[in-house]
Nanobody
Framework: QVQLVESGGGSVQAGGSLRLSCAAS????????MGWFRQAPGGEREGVAI???????NVANSVKGRFTISKDNAKNILYLQMNSLKPEDTAMYYC?????????????????WGQGTQVTVSS
């Protein structure tokens, strides 16, 4: 059973940066397809970025050029570096993992979810 624990959320002003971390246990990030998702109040959970087992990444158009997904296989941690944050980035952010990339695609249904970390961006 894989457990995912996010950290690094908080409150920042527009234009600021945050780095989210997702520590994995019970499995290794190198063997799973992993991703970051977010859900704003009243909204649906949407994909932000995914990283394949090979390390290839893909980010949503809404965050392209501002967010970067990466992983440290040795530390078994997934990261999301968020720069130039905007108020519309405010949401609960979740990391997820699945043996199949297809389950990370919309609508996401990965086998494993973290509990989430709140990101609030003020204008």
């Amino acid at each position: 059973q894989v457990q995912l624990v996010e950290s690094g959320g908080g409150s920042v002003q527009a234009g600021g940066s945050l780095r989210l971390s997702c520590a994995a246990s019970g499995g290794t990030v190198s063997t799973y397809y992993m991703g970051w998702f977010r859900q704003a109040p009243g909204g649906e959970r949407e994909g932000v970025a995914i990283i394949l087992r090979s390390g290839t990444t893909n980010v949503a158009n809404s965050v392209k050029g501002r967010f970067t997904i990466s992983k440290d296989n040795a530390k078994n941690i997934l990261y999301l570096q968020m720069n130039s944050l905007k108020p519309e980035d405010t949401a609960m952010y979740y990391c997820a993992a699945d043996p199949s990339m297809r389950r990370l695609l919309s609508p996401p249904s990965p086998r494993y979810w973290g509990q989430g970390t709140q990101v609030t961006v003020s204008s």
